[in-house]
């Protein structure tokens, strides 16, 4: 099966690259290098042993999309390609809502005309905003606090809106908790551009001496002790979905919606203990009051993703911070030229 893969150079598309191959999938990456680089690709070849194919592209861009899917006999598409930065989404709503709703629209248009009607699209637990309970199941209302959540979820609604119109097609949404960790061989990891926003990065940058101390936004929630609590996936485990997925409910007509969480909830300083641990390095960090939008806690039920994906998150805590360790410190300052 060749799948093209938008985003596929990015931090969870080049780990889903990699996941793929080893499944038996061939993936044609298409990026536009907005938020990663070429030298990804030297990465996945040294890992995989193969060398997937690269188009340099937008997925607002038809023609091109169009070109690529016919050429390269794609038979599904997986989704990342995208802007995801919650503060900066704020400043640049037009920016975001044209590259990931625009960018979306573009991209079924383009495989409706050559006739792709597979698609798996990288959602994210902020669809449902600040939740009432947890955990999280796929039946909770969604709603957004900031222009990256609500395009992420007017994408969504257009999704569903075309799949119901457009019966023969397999939509799967699948909406990610929170990525952390990396590749375990230490080649691929995440490299955010500037000041991360994420707090493993930033923890990561702290402990390889890039950063003084980290920031902790908030001790007063009432969490079990006082810290955000969130669903933190290894990387590995969230590409291995996305292979169920494609295996599982690709080939199937429908609308298929998945929370790719664990289950469980770790708080940040919990986090900073558990990395501490895996590097054997002092994190320094200072409270800080809270950073405006965050919620207290959010946590999945991947329940549904086990029963009908046969999927679950099989890596531990420790694995996550053992390998994101292990990429920062053989790559203090990321991939070569970012
Ligand atoms: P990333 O920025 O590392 O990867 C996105 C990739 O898309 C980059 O390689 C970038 O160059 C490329 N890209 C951006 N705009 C493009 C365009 N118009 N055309 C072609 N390529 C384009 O991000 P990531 O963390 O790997 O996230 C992947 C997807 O998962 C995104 O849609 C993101 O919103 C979603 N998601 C991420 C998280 C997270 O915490 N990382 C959580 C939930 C959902
Ligand atoms: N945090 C800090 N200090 C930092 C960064 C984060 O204390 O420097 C705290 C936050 O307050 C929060 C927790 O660490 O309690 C996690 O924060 P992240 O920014 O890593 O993750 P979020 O849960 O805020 O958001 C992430 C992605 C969103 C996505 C969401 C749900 O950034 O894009 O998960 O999938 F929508």
């Known amino acids: 099966m060749n799948v093209l ?8 598309g080049s780990h889903t690259c990699i996941q793929m191959l080893e499944a038996g999938i061939k993936p044609v990456i298409f990026d536009n290098l907005y938020n990663s680089n070429e030298s990804v690709l030297g ?34 598409v997986v989704h990342f390609a995208g802007l995801k930065a919650v503060g900066e989404s704020v400043e640049k709503p037009l920016e975001y809502y044209d590259n990931n709703v625009n960018g979306t629209l573009v991209l079924v248009d383009a495989m409706r005309e050559v006739g792709v009607k597979s698609l798996v699209f990288s959602s994210s637990a902020t669809v449902y905003g600040d939740p009432a309970s947890v955990p999280i199941t796929e039946e909770f209302p969604t709603s957004a606090t900031n222009p990256y959540g609500r395009s992420k979820l007017m994408v969504e609604e257009c999704l569903t809106d075309f799949q119901k119109a457009n019966s023969e097609w397999s939509i799967t949404l699948l909406r990610y908790f929170n990525p952390v960790g990396a590749h375990p061989s230490g080649q691929l990891g995440e490299d955010p551009s500037g000041i991360p926003n ?5 923890v990561s940058q702290v402990a390889v001496g890039r950063r003084e101390y980290l920031s902790v936004f908030g001790d007063d929630y009432p969490t079990k ?9 290894h990387v590995m485990d969230l590409s291995d979905g996305h292979v169920c997925a494609l295996n599982k409910v690709g080939q199937t007509s429908g609308l298929h919606i998945y929370n790719l969480g664990t289950g469980n909830g770790y708080s940040v300083l919990e986090m900073v203990s ?11 960090y ?15 039920d991947p329940s549904k993703a086990q029963r009908e994906l046969n999927w679950k998150a099989e890596r531990t805590l420790q694995q996550m911070t053992t390998d994101t360790w292990y990429w920062q410190s053989n790559n203090p300052n990321g991939y070569p030229d970012h």
């Open 43 to 76: 990465r996945i070849e040294m890992v995989t042993g193969a060398s997937p194919i690269f188009v340099k592209g937008d997925v607002r861009d038809k023609e091109k999309l169009i070109k690529v899917l016919k050429e390269q006999s794609i038979s599904a």
């Open 286 to 300: 200072k409270i800080a009051p809270r950073r405006p939008g965050d919620i207290a806690e959010c946590w999945a």
């Open 225 to 233: 002790d006082g810290t955000g609590v969130r669903d933190y996936i």
């Open 198 to 202: 994420n707090l493993m990065p930033f």
């Open 274 to 284: 558990a990395f501490e641990k895996a590097s054997g390095k002092k994190v320094p």
């Open 5 to 12: 893969v938008t985003g596929g150079l990015g931090y969870i």
